[in-house]
């Protein structure tokens, strides 16, 4: 019997690179601290966001991306 492949959802959730947040929740990636202080108020190694819902913004000092779909981020590590 062939393995089925991985749901892309699982993957990303075992990515050390990726974080999805709620408001109020804090984590790292690597070193760098990344959080959604409130609801449109994200922070990014130090640097904050105000973030629309479906909107996505850059910490270009850091390389991290976080994107905004209702009360979900995702952070993401850029290559």
Sequence with gaps: MADEPENQETEEE???NTLRL???EYDTIGPIHCGVTREGLVAIGGQQFN???GE???AEHVGITVRREGEQYTFSKTT
């Design 56 to 58: 996505e913004q850059t």
């Design 14 to 16: 075992d990515d050390p």
């Design 22 to 24: 709620e408001a109020r």
């Design 51 to 53: 973030i629309e819902d």
